[in-house]
């Protein structure tokens, strides 16, 4: 996945990982409540995902079916933080986001059990 996801895109791709494939119109809908977006302004983002290949829309219906996952977006997305904020050094991104956090001893736990799989 080389294209960026911009928050707008991201807000329509949160509605189909959470619901799975949906049609145009049932996005709209659910972006109107949710978001408070009108139809021509969710139709423009699914167009624009489609183009980015992010979804793809089939008839009849034009329903809507994400192409990537969340944890694929997540991913890209963590990487890219690293390099743009951090120079690649996952010690600095590490430290600045524990830096004012408290942690829960089951947290820190967890955090132990990722790295020792490392």
């Given amino acids: ?9 991201a807000k329509v791709m949160e509605i189909l990982w959470e619901r799975g494939a949906l049609s145009a119109k049932e996005i709209s809908l659910i ?3 949710t978001i408070g977006w ?3 302004t969710t139709y423009t983002i699914i167009k624009k995902l489609e183009a980015k ?8 219906g ?12 997540q991913k890209t997305e963590a990487a890219s933080l690293l390099q743009k904020f951090f120079g690649g050094s996952r010690k600095a991104l590490f430290s600045a986001l524990l830096e004012d956090e408290e942690l829960t001893d089951k947290e820190i736990e967890e955090l132990k059990a990722l790295i020792d799989k490392k």
Avoid: H
Wanted: charged content about 35%; hydrophobic content about 30%; aromatic content about 8%.
């Fill in 1 to 9: 996945m080389q294209e960026k996801l911009y928050d707008s895109e």
């Fill in 31 to 33: 972006a109107a409540d």
């Fill in 38 to 40: 009108n139809k021509n």
């Fill in 53 to 60: 290949g992010f979804i793809r829309r089939d008839e009849p």
């Fill in 62 to 73: 034009f329903i809507c079916t994400p192409l990537v996952s969340q944890e694929e977006v």
